[in-house]
């Protein structure tokens, strides 16, 4: 009989991604999931009514970074209030492998891994510079996965099938889109309106993912400009978005950057200043380093370094990306976890 597996960990998109991809390919390897994650975040608008999970349990746990003293020594002691919970779960169902994706929701679990006899803990890292609590816990782990890692034993990102579906050499420029996130960033909004009609003078199309919060004001500045664009809150389909695409704009959070990867679009990275750590920076430096990518902090921005970056050789950054990550990231993965548990 196949073990039940806990996959725990989310608070934000990025990390939600992830677990998301653990959990299809352990369902779909015939293992009963159950997810852990926070009641206080994105985790049950993700995996409340998943039919694929034999459970889904959201503790009350909220973050500590970003909070002042008292606020986090509350926050972690709502964490340590819920270890003993997540115990009592693993010995119910006969736990003994528990795959972290950080954030602060998978912190109860974690811990509970760590203190619970032939209970496996595996960690997946997702960004360049270690979250505090992958940080914290990484040395009590079987194993830790990272594409930024040079000790990892598997360096490609779990991306859905979709984005390397859509793919395609870029060996022309027609098409320029902007992507600042499910939800949205303004620097990003802003500069490609101050640069629309610019490109529209190079006959260039444009595509623009604004965020829900910002959809309407860049809908009007792009009709007082006099200019079509497909524009739009956010998408479903994000990969025949990018598939239409021959450049982006766009942050750098480690899924929508492997993702463009796995696209083989070459993009101009704009980090997100304020990100843990500044991760989004290092993750862009990260392929940069490798001639990956082009990489512009927002108060470097300006028409004329963007319409430089577009007349580069970025036909063969395309044809480099090709190869910078491999489709089936998620199956070796799991394969590599279960030779170890």
């Known amino acids: 009989m196949k073990k039940t597996v806990v996959v725990t960990g989310g608070g934000t998109g990025g990390h939600l991604k992830v677990a998301d991809a653990f959990i299809e390919e ?32 959201f503790l009350d746990t909220r973050g500590v970074v970003n909070k002042n003293f008292f606020g986090k020594i509350q926050s972690l002691m709502q964490i340590v209030s819920q270890v003993s919970k997540c115990r009592t779960i693993f010995q119910k169902f006969k736990v003994s492998t528990v795959v972290s994706v950080g954030g602060f929701s998978a912190a109860p679990a974690t811990l509970a891994a760590i203190t619970t006899v032939d209970c496996y803990l595996f960690i997946h890292e997702q960004n360049s510079v270690m979250g505090k609590l992958n940080e914290k816990t990484a040395r009590f782990a079987s194993e830790v996965y990272s594409s930024f890692l040079v000790d990892s034993p598997i360096k490609d990102y779990p991306v859905s099938e979709e984005f390397f579906d859509n793919a395609r050499i870029r060996d022309e420029l027609k098409t320029v889109i902007f992507l600042g996130g499910s939800q949205g960033a303004k620097a990003i909004n802003d500069f490609a309106l101050s640069v629309a009609k610019d490109l529209k003078k190079l006959n260039l199309n444009i595509i623009h993912q604004t965020g829900k919060n910002d959809f309407e004001r860049v809908s009007k500045e792009y009709k007082k ?18 598939g239409e695409a021959d450049f982006a704009v766009s942050r750098s959070g480690a899924s929508t950057l492997w993702e463009l990867c796995a696209n083989s679009l070459p993009t101009l990275f704009v980090p997100f200043p304020y990100a843990a750590k500044d ?62 548990a």
């Open 26 to 57: 352990f369902h779909k390897r015939g293992y009963k999931v159950i997810f852990i994650g926070s009641a206080n975040g994105q985790d049950p608008s993700w995996f409340e009514d998943d039919k694929r999970l034999k459970k889904a349990i």
């Open 225 to 242: 400009l006099g200019l079509e664009v497909d524009v739009f809150a956010f998408s479903d389909d994000l990969a025949s978005k990018m």
């Open 279 to 340: 991760h989004q920076y290092t993750n862009a430096k990260f392929l940069e380093n490798k001639g990956l990518c082009y990489v512009l902090r927002e108060n470097e921005l300006s028409s004329e370094k963007f319409m430089n970056i577009l007349k580069k050789d970025n036909y063969s950054i395309s044809k480099k990306l090709v190869d910078s990550i491999k489709y089936n990231a998620i199956e070796s993965i799991v394969d590599d976890m279960l030779g170890k």
